[in-house]
């Protein structure tokens, strides 16, 4: 256990130590910002709020796997692989270290993009147009619904993510070019609805039994919305969540998508410790 | 008493290809110098006595434990430096070599004494904060040898650890290396017999796979007596005869140049036979046998 808890440490102390890592995190404060300011600055935002906020996080999901992916497998990481081999850390040890440190930075990722969502949705009362903003129309929609959506829609992806980003490393040559294409496979064909709701991780095909979809059409040719009606708005938008409307597919979807990533990382470690004593991981 | 036996192993990649052919010797306490030619399988034959790689025949016991069938066995006693040394180029060389120790289970205090230790023994303990990606080529070599060392390994296995050193870092690694004899037994491997020359206590030669001479550096001396001849020759003459003949040194000296040649018959007229160094024996041993000289 000690050594998985090293393995953990020393790979979240080599992704704080890389710059590209604050990039990322500033690209994921500014999908922050879009995220809550798209919802309060468009006429009909709050109510298509499933909409916006899951074509954000499927942006956020994209970046943040194929960022994993990268991360799974350094390019140096093949040469100190052999030196880890030939000590007696166990298999099951060095993949899910490599996992969880992957696992958790992706996380706090996640907190970062959700938390900023958070603090623009509450503070954010600027009514003219910015560089990065539109002018705000709603009141705050509340830090209630950015939580709700990051349980839901956030985290379970984001498991799964970083397992096919391990996976596809490690269980085959070039399996990181397989772990893009699948990712982007699942991302795109999900965001167009061409997949099954049990295995579309983007949750897209959902916004088909969302009751606040037809408002959203009638909000949209309202050109002025008054104060008042603003707030029954975005009362109507809190109602709404969490997604009362999901219904069975979509908790066989979570369930799909928990339980496949733990499956992936044991047939990887399978495949890894069968191969450290044949060709040496 | 440790010990490293290596029966029969070949290693088959392709139908006809053979990287190793029966392969077999055994290995006790000191230090052991595996030198070929590039290609000849040395580094396939080290990573199958890490336990790395499996032979497609034969088997490899540490102690009478066969490898393959118990790797932890071997895993908790070795030390292995591979070609190439991998690193992680944001972390400090002692952060470094902390968590290669924890990955080959040492802890605590003995962790800390190890660590410093492996820094001292290769040098290393003024640059220990600095991070990786600021250490040359050399430097890092020296990291890899350190974080073999930490497990205090009854087998040491270094494949080509002198590649990119400069001739200062490469007399160092030779002190290094000698400071490491005792009860244990290490494998180093190299194209360049010099690395060996001054440190191995036994030579096994490899060629195209196959073991082609095992013994002392005298022994192997004294098995490529003769075959060593030194001429004068002048610089045309010289660029005849060196397209017909191992050439092992020359040198230009005004019009004449001072030959070395490693040749089992009488090369020229004007050969004399001299005392071959080590480098002489094993291009002795490993051209001359290719060539089918079987009195070598």
Redesign the interface.
């Known amino acids: 256990m000690?050594?998985l808890l090293?393995?953990t440490k020393?790979e979240l102390?080599?992704i704080a130590?890389?710059k590209f890592t604050y990039i990322l995190a500033l690209v994921f404060v500014v999908l922050g910002i879009k995220l809550a300011t798209n919802i309060r600055s468009f006429p009909f935002g709050p109510v298509g709020i499933y909409h916006t906020t899951l074509t954000w996080n499927l942006a956020f999901w994209l970046i943040l796997i194929f960022w994993a992916l990268a991360q799974a497998l350094r390019k140096?990481?093949?040469?100190?692989?052999?030196?880890?081999?030939?000590?007696?850390?166990p298999s099951w040890a060095y993949i899910w270290g490599k996992f969880l440190g992957v696992f958790c930075m992706s996380v706090l990722f996640s907190l970062l993009f959700e938390l900023t969502a958070i603090l623009v949705d509450q503070f954010w009362t600027i009514h003219s147009d910015t560089f990065l903003t539109q002018g705000v129309i709603y009141p705050p929609l509340g830090w209630t619904v950015f939580v709700v959506f990051w349980l839901w829609f956030v985290l379970i992806p984001v498991l799964f993510g970083v397992a096919i980003a391990i996976a596809s490393n490690y269980l085959m040559r070039g399996g990181r070019l397989i772990g893009y294409a699948v990712i982007l496979i699942f991302g795109a064909f999900g965001a167009k609805g061409y997949l099954p709701s049990w295995i579309d991780i983007s949750s897209m095909r959902i916004l088909n039994n969302d009751p606040t979809e037809e408002l959203g059409s009638v909000i949209q040719k309202i050109r002025g919305v008054s104060p008042h009606v603003a707030i029954q708005i975005m009362d109507m938008a809190r109602a709404a969540i969490p997604p009362y409307f999901l219904g069975w597919p979509f908790v066989i979807n979570r369930v799909v998508f928990f339980l496949l990533p733990l499956l992936l990382l044991l047939v990887t470690i399978v495949v890894v410790d069968r191969r450290?004593?044949?060709?040496?991981? | 008493m440790i010990q490293l036996d290596i029966n029969g192993v070949s290693k088959q990649y392709e139908a006809k290809r053979f990287a190793l052919q029966d392969i077999s010797l055994s290995l006790k306490p000191g230090i052991i110098g595996l030198v070929g030619p590039n290609g000849a399988g040395k580094t396939t034959l080290l990573t199958m006595l890490a336990a790395l790689n499996r032979p497609t025949r034969g088997t490899v016991t540490w102690n009478g434990i066969n490898i393959y069938k118990q790797p932890k066995v071997l895993r908790a006693v070795l030390g292995f430096v591979p070609q190439g040394v991998g690193y992680y180029p944001q972390l400090s060389a002692r952060e470094f070599l902390r968590y290669f120790g924890e990955l080959k289970g040492v802890r605590g205090k003995l962790l800390d004494e190890r660590v410093e230790y492996a820094l001292e023994m290769v040098h290393l303990t003024a640059d220990a904060k600095r991070r990786l990606k600021s250490f040359s080529g050399g430097m890092i070599q020296r990291v890899g040898i350190a974080q073999a060392l930490l497990n205090d390994p009854q087998l040491l296995i270094l494949d080509e650890p002198t590649v990119g050193l400069d001739p200062a870092e490469r007399i160092h690694f030779r002190e290094v290396i000698a400071a490491l004899q005792g009860e244990r037994l290490v494998i180093l491997s190299t194209h360049i017999i010099t690395d060996v020359e001054a440190t191995a206590s036994d030579l096994v030669l490899l060629q195209e796979g196959k073991v082609c001479w095992q013994g002392s550096v005298s022994a192997l001396l004294e098995a490529a007596a003769g075959t060593t001849w030194e001429m004068q020759l002048s610089p045309e003459e010289f660029e005849r005869f060196r397209l017909e003949h191992q050439v092992s040194s020359a040198i230009r000296f005004g019009d004449a140049m001072a030959v070395r040649v490693v040749a089992q018959e009488r090369p020229h007229a004007q050969a004399q036979v001299t005392t071959a160094s080590l480098e002489e024996a094993y291009l002795a041993i490993t051209t001359l046998q290719k060539a089918g000289v079987k009195a070598v």
């Open positions: 000690k050594t090293q393995i020393i102390l080599l130590r890389s140096w990481d093949k040469q100190v692989g052999k030196m880890i081999w030939a000590t007696v850390t450290r004593t044949a060709t040496g991981g």
